[in-house]
C-alpha cells in the first residue's frame, strides 16, 4: 500500500526523519557545502558480511548483479576544496529493479541475491572515494510519486558534521519531478547530481564530489 505524496511528507515517513534532521546540517545547506536530505525507509537493517567497494558482486558467490555496472568517483572536500581524508562513506540504494533490500519496502520488484547494496568505504588522501555499482533502479514512493536513481549516503568523520543526504544521476526525466529532488533550488541540485565523466573499462563513471562542514 502506498500513501499520497503529501501524506508521506506530512507524517516525515521518508526517513521518520524530517523533524531531526541535524539544525547545523541545515544552516549550512545553501551555503555551498552539499546540501543534506532525508535519511529514507531502507536503511540497511540485514546483517551482511561484504561491505567493500565492489557492490556488484558478493564475497563467496560467483554471480554478478543485474543490471548497468557504473563507477561513482568523487572526492570529499571542505568549503575551501581542501581534500578531506579519512572520511567514512556509509551507502546504500536500490538494486536495479528498485527493490531494496530491507524489510519494510513493499516494491513487489524482485531482489536480486547477487547485489550487495550496502557499502562503507573511507576517503583516501585525496579525499578520493570510488565504487562501483549497478544503476539504481526508479521506484514507487507513494501513489503519485516515482524516484528517480539515486544512492543515499551518510558521510561522518570526527570535527566534521554528519552529512545524510542523497546522490541523483544527470539526464533523468524523474529528476524535474521528484518530491525531494525540486524542492532544492538550482545550485543545491547541481551539488547532488553527479556528472558523467567518461568511461572505464566500458563502464559509464559518474563523479561526484561532496563537501562537508566543520563543527
Ligand atoms: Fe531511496
Redesign the pocket.
Do not use: E
Given at each position: 500500500m502506498f500513501f499520497s505524496r503529501r501524506k508521506v511528507l506530512k507524517l516525515g515517513m521518508i526517513g521518520g526523519l524530517l523533524p531531526f534532521l541535524g539544525l547545523k546540517a541545515c544552516m549550512k545547506s545553501g551555503e555551498g557545502y552539499t546540501p543534506p536530505e532525508v535519511e529514507?525507509?531502507?536503511y540497511p537493517v540485514v546483517a551482511q558480511k561484504d561491505w567493500d567497494f565492489d557492490l556488484t558482486k558478493i564475497e563467496g558467490l560467483d554471480g554478478i548483479a543485474e543490471g548497468a555496472h557504473v563507477i561513482i568517483s568523487g572526492r570529499i572536500i571542505d568549503i575551501k576544496g581542501n581534500p578531506v581524508e579519512g572520511v567514512t562513506v556509509d551507502l546504500?540504494?536500490?538494486n536495479a529493479k528498485g527493490r531494496?533490500r530491507h524489510p519494510h519496502d513493499e516494491n513487489p520488484a524482485p531482489l536480486d541475491p547477487n547485489f550487495q547494496g550496502w557499502a562503507i568505504v573511507q576517503s583516501g588522501e585525496n579525499g578520493g572515494f570510488r565504487f562501483k555499482t549497478v544503476m539504481?533502479g526508479k521506484?514507487p514512493?507513494a501513489d503519485d510519486w516515482v524516484?528517480p536513481p539515486?544512492?543515499?549516503f551518510k558521510i561522518s568523520k570526527k570535527g566534521y558534521i554528519e552529512l545524510t543526504t542523497?546522490m541523483y544521476f544527470p539526464d533523468q526525466a524523474l529528476n524535474d519531478s521528484d518530491a525531494l529532488l525540486k524542492r532544492k533550488n538550482t545550485s543545491e541540485r547541481a551539488l547532488m547530481v553527479a556528472k558523467k565523466s567518461g568511461q572505464e573499462d566500458g563502464l559509464d563513471v559518474f563523479e561526484h564530489n561532496i563537501i562537508l562542514a566543520k563543527v
Open positions: 529514507g525507509p531502507f546504500w540504494q536500490a531494496y539504481p521506484y514512493a524516484r539515486h544512492i543515499h542523497q
